[in-house]
């Protein structure tokens, strides 16, 4: 059992907590049973290391079912060395290490996507991990994050997605013109989310939601700018029926996602 807080494989792996630590090595934190369950069940080869309490293995058993069967090995860790290594303040008994997967633009568009997501400057971990997620429930094929996105494999952006970061290609680092170049060579309309544009009813009621669509959703506090937002074929808003001041960009993004979702399988059929 690994159990001295101290030690020089302990701190490594606490490295990885911060963006400094991941850029050196190539390698991010899994923290929790869901997410090391799902990444044993899509992802094994990513797997370096995987850590568990005793107390953690005996209530999931299916976890270390399924690393044996991937042929990966689970050390045992103490309580202490847990709260070393995680990011967060109440560990749930599972920390693994694995190798980054972004999967290039190239590979993306060449895929013959119908619906992505692309994600400018979105600063939040929670509103970046819970677009992905809703990407991933939408059927979405592809999410695009620009350089200015927070971090992908930051820890609070991998918890958040629940597992969805292993269920869909996801590329980073890329610049926002080349992406919207790159998405209407491939044939997808983009549709920015924003305040100014249409309403999503009448983009529904018009057709413009059944073809191959590419959102762009920008930043939460300022969303696009006024050089940025011209790149897209067409902006939308999402309607507000209430008093709110505004919606939350992952709430949004998530009502965008689906309703090109509706629209392109009712198109289908």
Known sequence: MLDNPRSPRVRAVAKLAKRPGRAETGLFLLEGPQ???????????????????PTALERY???????????????????EVLNVMSDTVTPQGFIAVAHQFPTSMKDIFAAGPKL???????????????????????????VILTGRTVDL???KV???????????????????PNVIQRARAAGLTVLAADVKGTSLLDARADGTLGGPTAW???????????????????????PIYGHAESMNLATAASVCLYESAFSQRSAAS
């Not at 058993?61 to 309580?79: H, L, P, Q, R």
């Not at 997501?117 to 979405?140: C, Q």
């Not at 762009?216 to 999402?238: C, K, M, R, S, Y």
């Open 216 to 238: 762009l959703f920008g930043n939460e506090a300022h969303g696009l700018t006024d050089e940025q937002l011209p790149l897209a074929d067409a902006a939308i808003t999402v």
């Open 35 to 53: 997410a090391v369950a799902e990444a044993l069940m899509f992802r094994p080869q990513l797997f370096v290391e995987l850590f568990a309490t």
């Open 158 to 176: 991998v918890r958040s997605t629940t597992g969805s970061l292993f269920h869909l290609p996801i590329a980073v680092g890329a610049e926002l």
């Open 153 to 155: 494999y930051n820890p």
């Open 61 to 79: 058993t299916d976890i270390a079912e399924k690393a044996v069967a991937a042929g990966i090995e689970i050390e045992y860790v103490s309580e």
């Open 116 to 142: 992505i997501a692309i994600l400018e400057e979105v600063r939040d971990p929670g509103n970046l991990g819970t677009i992905i997620r809703a990407a991933d429930s939408a059927g979405a094929d592809a």
